[in-house]
Structures are given as C-alpha cells and as structure tokens.
C-alpha cells in the first residue's frame, strides 16, 4: 500500500527580500468591478498588505516535506501572445517572459473553458533560463477572465479573441471608405455580449470637412443601411469594403446624423482624424492604462491611429496559414501590443463582419438600449418584435421613439441568429 499523501498546503513565514508582487498596474476608475474581481484573486492568492511584519505564504509541500510549488515568487503578468505551446508574457514589471503552460494546468483549462487566452491574466514561476534572448517561465494559474471577446468560427462554435479586455474601439471612416453604421451597431453587440464597453471612433473626419467646404454645407451619407441596399437592388454584404459605393446613390443618413444617433443612445463617440491631429488627444485618454480591443474594416486608419499615438507601433497584419490537405485553415494571430503611455491594445483581424457568438434571438434585444423601455409593454413576453401583434418595440419605431435605422439593424441581426 501506498504512503504517499496528496501534496497539502503550508503557511511559513514570509521573506522580506523576496516579494515580487507589486500593485499590478494602473487602471483607474472606469470598469472597477473588473478591477476589483482581479484584485480580489490575486490578493486570495499571493502576499498580502506590503509592510505586513507578519507576512506569511502559502507553499505546497509534498509527502516527505519537500518543496514542490512556492506561490509567492510567483510573478503575474499578461499573456501578449499565444503562439502554439509558447504564451508569451508581458510581467507587472514590463519585462517579457516565453512561457510554457505547466501541464496539469492546461489539461484543466481545456476542459473547463479554453486554452490561455492573450488577455489572461496569469502568474508564473521562473525557471533561471533563457531562450531567444527572453527569461523562461511556467504559467501556474490563470485568472478567470472577466470579459471574452469571441467570434463564430467557420463550424459556427465559439473562438475566443481576447481576455479580459474592457473595452472595444470600433474604428470607423466617416469617408473612404464610406460609413455603415449597421457595422457599429454590429460592434456595440458584440462588445455589450463580452462585457466590453463600446467606444466608437470616426476618422478621416477631415474628409468630412473638405467634403462640406466642396459641396458648399451639404454633409456627406453615410452608407445606406445593408437593406436599404438590397431593396435598392445592390447587394452590399456588410462585411465587405466596397469602394465602388463611394459613388452609389446617396441615401443613407449623414454622418453628423450618424454620430448623434449614437451619442443620443449613450455611446461615446470619439471623432478623430490622423491628418488634423484632432481628437488624438482624447483617444489617448481612452486607451491610458486599459486594454483595449480594436476593430474596423481594414482602411479605416486603425495602424494610423496607433502610429500617431505611438510611432513605431504597428499592428501585425492577420496571418493566413496556407491550405493543406486537411481543408483551409485560418490562424488569426491575436497579439497584445503595449502602449508606452499604459495599457495594451490588441487588434481583432478577422472579424469583419463580426459574426454573433451564442447571442441567442430573445436576447438581442437587450443589446438594443433604446429597445429596453419598450419590450416589457410588448403583448407576448417571447415577442421577438418582426411584426407580432401588440409590439411595442414596433411602436415605438412608427412614433420615431427608435429609429428605423436602428431597427431594420435589429431585424437583419435577428434574422443571421
Ligand atoms: P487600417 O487598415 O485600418 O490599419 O488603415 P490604415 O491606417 O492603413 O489607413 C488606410 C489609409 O487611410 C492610409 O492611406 C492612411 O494614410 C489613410 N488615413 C488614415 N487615417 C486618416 C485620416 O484621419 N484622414 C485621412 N484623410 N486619411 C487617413
Ligand atoms: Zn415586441
């Protein structure tokens, strides 16, 4: 028969000299129950108020009393980049570690939820080596994410983008290419069912002031509405640049239409341009000390944006693994990048259309705020407002409460679930 005991957990002194844990970075005031819910693991885990002469650490012992795991020099981080077993690791000290996943850890994760995940919050063990110029490491927890930005993958399942992100940049050009505001609304859905907090950015905005002086006042449409354009006898997939519709007809609402809308819908609205430096100050700000997920079609000035906030800084360009003999696969390679001013951002390649993950149809609504003071006066509580009787969602768009513009969204989201 066996002596072994499975391994138990000990409480020893604490050394002064060896703490690692610091306050782990910046983020202020906005999302604090985010913050709060990390701090709160981490605090339960590791060592506790500095200046505590009574420190004490948990260490796992094994059978014989011998050391096995020391939690407390343990160091957290944030994975940047996960790139087949290597996760690569940015410390609450700046410094980049190459880690491998300690194997019991991995095999739980996978079966409980997903691999490491760029975003996660993670501690790991040093392991007095290098590789490729970066100190190695083992990742021993992983934090439970507080928001998952996914997508639909081609089978229709779940992929996950990025961890604990707070917030989502939705870039958009207000010309060339010209504005859909159906991608916005398909962004702040998306956002909303992460947990992210939607941001919307127009750029270019100086093209919408050379195009006002050109035309003697008249503000520039955005793109007619998806379905608009179907009636129209176009068809305008939504996830699709289409630059030969700069010089469709003009019939969608005007840009500075646009913008109201949505700050009358509570959503901030940054309006930039790389060109005039305006706003840039401000989206500074915005992404100060947080980690933020960018989106946009590509040409909307994303890298520009970046660039001239940070110059050098450049988003890596999605990669697509080329086709072999098990089918076409594509790898999009999410990857954190530091802001030196504080916070990361990480660009979303491949969503485009941003294909709605689990959002069931009864829940759409939710993610329609202006819809909400409506649907509990709907006649049937199921109602999915296409047109049952007594909707007061439906109602409410006939007595312009919500725009026709915003509902037909709705209904063509409704119709993709
Ligand atoms: P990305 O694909 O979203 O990263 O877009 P890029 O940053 O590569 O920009 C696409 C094009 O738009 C480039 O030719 C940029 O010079 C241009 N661009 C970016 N921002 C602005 C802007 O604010 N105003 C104008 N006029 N052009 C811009
Ligand atoms: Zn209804």
Redesign the pocket.
Known sequence: MSRKRPARKVRVEFRQNRQVRRRADDWTQRFRTAREQLEDVQTSESVRAKGDLSRKRTIVVGDDDQRVVDEALWRPGRVTKVHGLFVYVTDDEGRAWECTVRRVLRTLLIRTRAPVLVGDRVWLSDQARMHDGRPVGVIERVAPRVTTLSRRDVRGREHAIVANAEQLLA?V?VA?PRLRPHLLDRYIVAALKGGLQPILCF?????LDAALAARGGADPRAQPDPIDARDAGASAPADETDEADEDAPLGGPSVSEVVAEFRSLGYRCLC????TGAGLDELREVLRGRLTALS??????????LNALQPGLR?PTASVSAENEKGRHTTTLAELLPLDFGGFVVDTPGIRAFELWAVAPGELEAFFVEFLPHVARCRFHNCLHRGEEGCAVRAAVEDGAISRRRYRSYLKMLAEL
């Open positions: 870039v050009s060339q750029n270019k905005m100086d093209l930039t341009s790389v060109v946009g079609q590509s040409g909307v000035g994303k890298s520009s944006l988003l």
